[in-house]
């Protein structure tokens, strides 16, 4: 039951570029969603959130819009940086306990 | 500035063993997660523990799996009589309050196990 998709397993983007990488979730009672970033080796890290009532949210480099209509957002790294280079989880809540995160996007940022 | 802290890394048991996985939370927090990664599959919830309180546990298995989290020392995710599909990555969060605030969970590195 993936009720959190990324269906790019990954992307690749040349430095200085943007990067767009999306999320389509199902479960119309999902209220707020949030972007991890995760390097091999290590835990996903917190990166940015935006709850159902914004359709924006805005951080630095980093942008996560919302389409509750369409049930798909997507965040927006500009300028990529190799650094950026990392997968991807997009993660949605009910409001309740139980985080559902999609499969992920590997990023490739070339320099 | 400890973060969350995973203990071990990496653990290899054979058919029919335990595995016992800890987790230290960030000092100050009070609530623990556990999430499985299987291979190509995004992180699946599995528990979520107060101090020496299951709050929900609607994505452990029935069988085989338990977790704790003790008034003193870390959580325990523990896995009895492993099975090959127990393999994955085994990631603990923590947060200062409930999920129920939104508050942003903070990963550890993860336990990589492997059932051989």
């Known amino acids: 039951d993936q009720q959190v998709k990324q269906n790019s397993p990954s992307l690749s983007v040349q430095e200085g570029r943007i990067s767009i990488l999306n999320c389509d979730y199902t479960?119309?009672?999902?209220?707020?969603f949030l972007w991890y970033k995760k390097y091999p080796a290590e835990g996903p890290t917190f990166l940015i959130s935006?709850?159902?009532?914004?359709d924006k949210n805005e951080d630095g480099r980093f942008t996560v819009f919302l389409n509750k209509s369409a049930k798909h957002l997507s965040l927006h790294i500009v300028p990529s940086q190799p650094g950026d280079s990392a997968v991807y989880f997009c993660a949605a809540s009910a409001g309740n306990n139980d985080m559902r995160f999609g499969a992920g996007t590997r990023l490739t940022v070339k320099p | 500035n400890a973060g969350v802290m995973q203990n071990p890394r990496h653990l290899v048991r054979r058919r029919g063993q335990e595995a016992r996985l800890r987790c230290s939370p960030m000092k100050g927090h009070s609530h623990v997660y556990w999430y499985r990664q299987l291979p190509e599959e995004g992180l699946k919830f599995m528990v979520y523990?107060?101090?020496?309180?299951?709050?929900?546990e609607s994505g452990m298995p029935k069988e085989r799996f338990s977790a704790e989290f003790p008034k003193e020392g870390p959580s325990i995710l523990r896995i009895q009589q492993v099975v090959r599909g127990d393999s994955a990555a085994y990631f603990c969060a923590s947060s200062p309050s409930g999920f129920s605030s939104y508050n942003e969970q903070f990963f550890g590195p993860g336990t990589r196990l492997t059932v051989l």
């Open positions: 479960n119309s009672m999902f209220d707020y």
């Open positions: 523990l107060q101090k020496e309180n299951i709050i929900d």
């Open positions: 935006i709850s159902s009532i914004k």
